[in-house]
T-cell receptor, first 111, second 112 residues
Framework: NAGVTQTPKFQVLKTGQSMTLQCAQDMNHNSMYWYRQDPGMGLRLIYY???????DKGEVPNGYNVSRLNKREFSLRLESAAPSQTSVYFC??????????FGAGTRLSVL | DQQVKQNSPSLSVQEGRISILNCDYTNSMFDYFLWYKKYPAEGPTFLIS?????DKNEDGRFTVFLNKSAKHLSLHIVPSQPGDSAVYFC???????????FGRGTSLIVHP
């Protein structure tokens, strides 16, 4: 049982480059989320998708876009990467109230 | 303003002793609380939760206590083991929301 799978695990970008972080879950969960984790800042919600076909902004959405491709997949896109987006990104999914299952993370550096 | 606060960034405990991790919240509408554990280079994993209708929930070595009047919850680990060394996140949500608010985490180190 793979759970939540994130790709890539590591990425280095130059300022201004774009990229898409991929996330897929095999637990048939309705809700999916993207978080970023920065030192001393905990987990901050970027975007979430309550169900297939819907997406909503979280606490820190600026500079990001998302796509809920289907029930399994939820991608996060950086159109023009900035050094401030250097972070570790986590995707999560949930069904039962609030218990989220997280992927292993994508470590992104923007130079 | 942080609605969920973990005021101790780190905690060091001897193996076999009790670890107590604390969490305070400001939103009186929060009615469901969770603890997640995170090892380096891994995603957080759910550890234990508690509903506001309870004041205690126990799962093996882990117990969460909720004091609603003080808007405070704590996670007790007894006995602590070196494998418990990780970052622990407190999270809270309100009503029908499925979006928890996370604290900034406490790094627990259990020394052999």
């Amino acid at each position: 049982n793979a759970g939540v799978t994130q790709t890539p695990k590591f990425q280095v970008l130059k300022t201004g480059q774009s990229m898409t972080l991929q996330c897929a879950q095999d637990m048939n969960h309705n809700s999916m989320y993207w978080y970023r984790q920065d030192p001393g800042m905990g987990l901050r919600l970027i975007y979430y998708s309550a169900s297939e076909g819907t997406t909503d902004k979280g606490e820190v959405p600026n500079g990001y876009n998302v796509s809920r491709l289907n029930k399994r997949e939820f991608s996060l896109r950086l159109e023009s990467a900035a050094p401030s987006q250097t972070s570790v990104y986590f995707c999560a999914s949930s069904e039962a109230r609030n218990i989220q299952y997280f992927g292993a993370g994508t470590r992104l550096s923007v130079l | 303003d942080q609605q969920v606060k973990q005021n101790s960034p780190s905690l060091s405990v001897q193996e076999g002793r009790i670890s107590i991790l604390n969490c305070d919240y400001t939103n009186s509408m929060f009615d469901y609380f969770l603890w997640y554990k995170k090892y380096p280079a891994e995603g957080p994993t759910f550890l234990i939760s508690i509903s506001s209708i309870k004041d205690k929930n126990e799962d093996g070595r882990f117990t969460v206590f909720l004091n609603k009047s003080a808007k405070h919850l704590s996670l007790h680990i007894v006995p602590s083991q070196p494998g418990d060394s990780a970052v622990y996140f407190c999270a809270a949500s309100e009503g029908g929301s499925y979006i928890p608010t996370f604290g900034r985490g406490t790094s627990l180190i259990v020394h052999p």
